[in-house]
């Protein structure tokens, strides 16, 4: 027989907070790592959160371990204050509540599905570029709802007595 085995992890930044600097084009990226080996099925960035005057000035991105590059938001909502969102590429919401505070899941700009099929393992990163100067804040949480498709192996058996078995795996 062949095991299939999809497991989901949430996995939190643990390098936070980190400060969006007021010069232009300041650039925050914060790190979660993840161990699992496997291929991405599904992903969700959720619970982004931090202070920012003029969100307008923000763009986010995430950045898988093999350098794949989805735009998540880039320069919402004019001059309003602060953030705490999430992208999910089945989320209902595609327009931004301004300013995005509730918490709520959004169409990203880019696909996360492009992460599909790549390897889990490794570095991801959560990219924010302050595209003005003037304005700054500060980055204070981000998460990774990631499911994978752990590697798959076959196992076969064949009976060498009545009392043994030999088994063979890939």
């Not at 169409?107 to 889990?120: D, E, F, H, W």
């Not at 304005?135 to 990774?144: F, P």
């Amino acid at each position: 027989f062949t095991t299939l085995s999809i497991v989901c992890d949430l996995l939190e930044a643990t390098d936070l907070p980190k400060s969006i600097f007021i010069d232009e084009n300041s650039i925050v990226i914060s790190e979660i790592e993840v161990n699992q080996v496997g291929l991405v099925q599904e992903i969700v960035v959720q619970n982004i959160a931090g202070s920012h005057s003029f969100i307008s000035d923000l763009k986010m991105e995430l950045i898988s371990p093999d350098n794949t590059r989805v735009l998540l938001m880039n320069q919402i909502c004019n001059d309003q204050d602060n953030f705490n969102l999430g992208f999910d590429d089945n989320a209902a919401e595609s327009v931004f509540d301004c300013p995005p505070v509730s918490g709520t899941l959004y169409q990203p700009v880019g696909s996360l599905s492009t992460l599909q099929g790549k390897v889990s393992q490794g570095i991801w990163q959560l990219v924010i570029t302050d595209l003005v100067n003037q304005d700054g804040g500060q980055l204070d949480n981000w998460e990774l709802q990631l499911c994978i498709k752990q590697p798959n192996f076959s196992l076969t058996g064949q009976a060498i007595s009545v009392d043994q078995v030999s088994l063979d795996w890939e």
